[in-house]
């Protein structure tokens, strides 16, 4: 009976090392190429609004953005992306963004990584009594 033990010990051991070797080989890296990063949150109340997220460096050179929208739907207008360098991308969005979705993903026009500075929004809530909507910005590199 000593033995059965040992060896179901041994494979719960054995099962729960591969579950938690897994489960940190999947794990995403924040800093890593091809990972999102949050980059800020800002709040947008009924009707038409207009909000910044300022990017904190250093690690702010983005190839993506997108963005996730809670509480509250959303009608996303335009984004401006400032760079460090001064220069600006003016990007329609035109989306309607339900509670809970998010935008699609938006290439940044230029070779390799951008370094972006803020991103500004021009959107109107839809609807009343929805309250104030979360509008979350993701990078990616």
Not at 36 to 54: E, F, K
Not at 94 to 121: M, N, P, T, Y
């Amino acid at each position: 009976m000593l033995p059965s033990i040992r060896r179901t010990a041994g494979l719960l051991l054995m099962l729960g090392a591969l579950v938690s070797t897994g489960a940190h080989a999947n794990s995403p890296n924040p800093g890593a190429p091809g990972s999102w990063r949050v980059l800020g949150t800002t709040h947008a109340s009924l009707g038409q609004d207009h909000d910044t997220i300022v990017v904190q460096g250093p690690y702010d050179n983005f190839r993506r953005l997108k963005f996730r929208v809670s509480d509250a739907p959303l009608n996303m207008q335009h984004m401006t992306v400032t760079y460090d360098n001064g220069g600006r991308d003016n990007i329609e969005v035109r989306q309607a963004i339900a509670q809970g979705g998010e935008s699609r993903i938006i290439d940044l026009r230029g070779a390799g990584k951008r370094s972006v500075r803020r991103v500004d929004f021009w959107y109107d809530t839809r609807g009343k009594g929805h309250g104030k909507a979360d509008v979350t910005l993701f990078g990616m590199k």
